[in-house]
């Protein structure tokens, strides 16, 4: 048989109020969602300019800094991409392949029909 506790089973545990120098803690609101409960100060719960100052101050944490990360539009070349298929976490930039020259197809069909009256001109004979 298990040993009597003096919490009842399924509800949290009671946390003591924030000390003095604590702007407040971690509570569970009426449905049992975890909240921030401010301290009991007049001037950290008023509703002006003051008191929204000394809230963002103390949720603010000084040791916390930014650091700089890769731009987001960083590609990177994933040449076996083409070979080994397409990878949504390692895809990159699949390489561009070098566009051929357009042919210019004016030129060619001159070629040909010069070829054509070439070819079907009777070669002189030798006589």
């Known amino acids: 048989m298990a040993a009597p506790t003096d919490k ?13 120098n604590e702007a407040g803690q971690l509570a569970p609101d009426d449905r049992g969602n975890m909240t921030w409960q401010w301290a009991n100060d007049e001037v950290l719960q008023a509703d002006d300019t003051a008191g929204a ?3 963002l101050r103390a949720l603010v944490d000084p040791s916390l800094g930014i650091i700089e990360d890769d731009p987001p539009n960083a590609l990177k070349s994933n040449p076996k991409g083409l070979k080994v298929g397409y990878n949504p976490y390692d ?7 070098e566009r ?5 197809l004016h030129e060619l069909s001159k070629w040909i029909e010069t070829k054509r009256k070439v070819d079907d001109k009777p070669e002189p ?3």
């Open 125 to 127: 004979t030798d006589e």
């Open 8 to 20: 009842p089973p399924g509800k949290p545990a009671p946390l003591e109020p924030p000390s003095a």
């Open 91 to 97: 895809s990159g930039t699949l390489g561009k392949t």
């Open 53 to 55: 100052i000394l809230r």
């Open 100 to 104: 051929k020259k357009k042919k210019d």
